[in-house]
């Protein structure tokens, strides 16, 4: 994971929200001319729950690899406003990417057995993580015999078991049915709120980033680019009434509206 170099200053005046980290413009070109982001330029303040909202293509996977330090800018620089240790960064995939031969605790415990730090405070840790994402009964078990949605409950354990400052998530329930997606949306709100961590997630659907974000980042491609960015005012909680509110079909046609401009107006909500 990164150490930080540089400070980056609180982005409010009264300095109550700070920047954890700001990609300051940015460049992702792969091999000769594959332009994947040009000038990309964006702050991550503590506690955001982020969403990174746009067609395929535009770059969302590219940033969040180079925010996780798998990949590196070809232009521009990424900086941190926190130092930040083994165990402050996560990143959930949309496959849950779990070890069919472990049980469901062992596939928790992965993060600490890299580390070398298996102990019996990391054994409780896990299972307290399972039980936070409603899988205490299940510690035995192996992926094979969970559901999709279990599956990536257990993902999104391990990736929370280290208490990260920062989460990266990439349509992490893009594959699963609607009703298992907003309980997971449910879930996940509570989860952040309870380990205080920041989120950063990728999505193409505007229900989704609207249900769970305070910011929605826009991105277009070719090149992948900022267009615009919103923020979602409403208060947390979020339950199942702001999901049927007039003030969600407000904010999602919002956003909807500005997905469409970075489509080049050729498609609606999805
Ligand atoms: N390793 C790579 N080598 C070459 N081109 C790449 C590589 N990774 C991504 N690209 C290209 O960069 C652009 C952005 O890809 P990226 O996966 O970041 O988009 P995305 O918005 O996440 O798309 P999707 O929503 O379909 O997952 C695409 O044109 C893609 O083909």
């Known amino acids: 994971m990164r150490t930080a170099t540089h400070t980056v200053p609180s982005a409010t005046a009264d300095g109550t929200s700070r920047t954890l980290l700001a990609m300051q413009n940015v460049d992702k070109i792969f091999g000769a001319d594959v332009v ?5 330029t ?4 503590e506690g955001d729950f982020l969403s990174l909202l746009g067609p395929s293509g535009c770059g969302k996977s590219t940033a969040l690899r180079l ?9 521009g620089a990424i900086r941190w406003g926190t130092p930040m240790a083994d165990g402050d960064l996560s990143v959930v995939f949309q496959e849950p990417t779990l070890m069919p031969w472990a049980t469901v605790i062992d596939n928790v415990l992965l993060p600490f057995r890299i580390a070398g ?10 299972r307290d993580m399972l039980a936070r994402v409603g899988l205490a009964a299940f510690e035995g078990a192996y992926p094979r015999e969970l559901s999709g949605g279990m599956k990536m409950r257990v993902s999104i354990a391990r990736a929370l078991v280290t208490r990260p ?6 349509e992490p329930f893009a594959a699963l049915d609607e009703i298992t997606r ?12 309870s380990m205080d961590c920041t989120v950063v997630f990728v999505t193409h659907s505007v229900f989704e980033s609207v249900f769970l974000s305070n910011r929605i980042v ?19 909680p979020r339950t199942e009434a702001f999901r049927t509110s007039a ?3 407000a904010q999602c046609r919002a956003a909807s509206d500005a997905l469409h401009e970075a489509m080049g107006g050729d498609v609606g909500v999805h």
Do not use: C, H, W
């Open 117 to 126: 730090s298996l102990t019996d405070e990391a054994r409780d840790r896990a």
């Open 247 to 249: 003030e969600y079909a």
């Open 165 to 170: 400052k920062l989460m990266l998530m990439d």
């Open 218 to 236: 826009i991105m277009a491609a070719r090149p992948g680019r900022v267009i615009r960015e919103l923020a979602v005012e409403a208060p947390y």
């Open 67 to 75: 925010i996780a330090g798998l990949s590196q800018p070809t232009r």
């Open 36 to 40: 994947a982001l040009r000038n990309m």
């Open 182 to 193: 907003f309980k997971l949306n449910d879930d996940l709100l509570q989860l952040k709120d």
């Open 42 to 45: 964006l702050d991550v303040q």
